[in-house]
């Protein structure tokens, strides 16, 4: 699964030493007057909660039969995640509570966290979340950049309350990912609060998304509420204003989150056309500048550029344009779709065939994975039809 940020990254801050009192900045400010009430319930409370069905799988006797064959932790995820059980899969729409992501068998990483956190703790196992510490992986929707970042969960046995005990053998990773790529990824804890923010700040990007910004609202606001000091939250509070016309309360979001983080160059992005909006043009083109000497490229420019090359009928151009965005971003199923199809228009179907079926295994929405597979199952025709026509005839 992926957690979603609205133009920003995750980054929790550490302290730091200082011989003078750090400055608080001012916290962020609600505008709750501006916005109609939300159009769905706003809960954050019912995250871990378990639903009748899934304290019936709790109780059942192949669930227990599990636990007693492979012990209390290997046997809970062999429950959850076998294929033939459950059946979970990956799919990242929609972030969802425990109970949700159970009865619809699927969820993104952060998803799948809470509800094997929410199986974990009702067995008693104590568990510990990580934030993994890797490049974020940018996507694009509705006019909104995307940021994923990845989580995943230790579980301790239950004789062991201290779950930061030393020893490999006393904590379980269960991730979502390979589990020898998952062990390689450096990673720092983040407690079960963090989690309760990130849950609400996914939904108020989906909200985004969908282009329902009065919901997005108040799940930002929850999410600010859970971790008012987190910069993820504070951004996509900011953008919510920003959606809503809201210009001065959005700079005032956005520098807060920058008084926390100066060099978070997400947040700046976000915050420059706000400036420039406010006629605070001087002060743009210097963050401009800024910008650009940490992060001189943006995400997304050699794609655009390539889509560009791609409409003018040079595919050759528009392969090499996104095989340069690939290198920023391996797993992006879009960039590598276009790629397929730059790689179609040359000619070349045998690597876009290739470039097609790493669109489909990267791609993390069953809607997005059933059209790439559709324009894969098609080109593998056109190869099985080219085929035919040069096989010479047994009749000839």
């Known amino acids: 699964m992926k957690r979603l940020a609205v133009l920003l990254s995750i980054s929790l801050l550490a302290g730091c030493a200082s011989v003078a009192p750090r400055v608080e900045p001012p916290p962020p400010v609600f505008a709750d ?32 039969a599990l636990l007693r064959e492979r012990g209390e932790r290997h046997g809970l995820v062999d429950a ?85 005990s030393p020893g490999a053998e006393m904590q379980l990773l269960v991730d979502f990912i390979p589990s020898d790529a998952a062990a390689r990824l450096r990673a720092h804890a983040i407690e079960e609060q963090d989690i309760i923010a ?62 926390r983080e100066p060099e978070n160059v997400v947040v700046m992005r976000n915050l420059q056309p706000v400036l420039v909006d406010l006629g605070k043009r ?35 151009k528009a392969r090499s344009l996104f095989e340069r965005e690939i290198r920023r971003a391996p797993f992006n199923d879009e ?20 470039q097609l079926a790493l669109a489909v295994e990267h791609s993390t929405r069953r809607d997005v994975r059933d059209q790439y597979s559709a324009k894969l199952a098609y080109l593998r025709q056109i190869s099985m039809n080219a085929r035919r026509s040069v096989e010479p005839s047994r009749y000839q």
């Open 335 to 354: 960039f590598r779709f276009w790629l397929g199809i730059a790689y179609a228009r040359m000619g070349e179907i045998g690597d876009a065939r290739e």
């Open 198 to 259: 990130l849950y609400a700040n996914n939904r108020a990007a989906e909200m985004l998304v969908q282009g329902r910004v009065n919901d997005a609202y108040w799940w930002a606001r929850a999410a600010v509420q859970a971790r008012p000091k987190l910069v993820t939250v504070l951004n996509t509070l900011g953008v919510v204003y920003e959606r809503s016309g809201k210009l001065a309360m959005a700079e005032q979001t956005y520098r807060s989150a920058l008084a």
């Open 80 to 164: 959850l995640y076998r294929k033939s059980d459950l059946q979970l899969e990956y799919e990242s729409s929609k972030t969802r509570t425990a109970a949700e992501t159970y009865a619809a068998r699927s969820g993104n990483c952060l998803s799948l966290v809470i509800m094997t956190a929410a199986f974990a703790k009702a067995l008693g196992m104590p568990v510990q979340y990580q934030n993994i510490d890797a490049q974020n992986t940018w996507s694009r929707e509705a006019g909104l950049f995307l940021a994923s970042s990845h989580v995943n969960i230790l579980l301790s046995d239950r004789r062991m309350p201290n779950v930061h």
């Open 33 to 64: 007057a501006s916005f109609a009430p939300p159009s769905e319930p706003v809960r954050t409370d019912t995250l871990f909660e378990l639903s009748p069905e899934m304290r019936a799988y709790l109780n059942s006797s192949r669930f227990s």
């Open 282 to 316: 001087e002060e743009a083109m210097a963050l401009a500048k800024r910008i650009n000497s940490i992060e001189p490229v943006a995400p997304y420019y050699y794609f655009d550029q390539g889509m560009i090359a791609l409409k003018d009928g040079e595919p050759e």
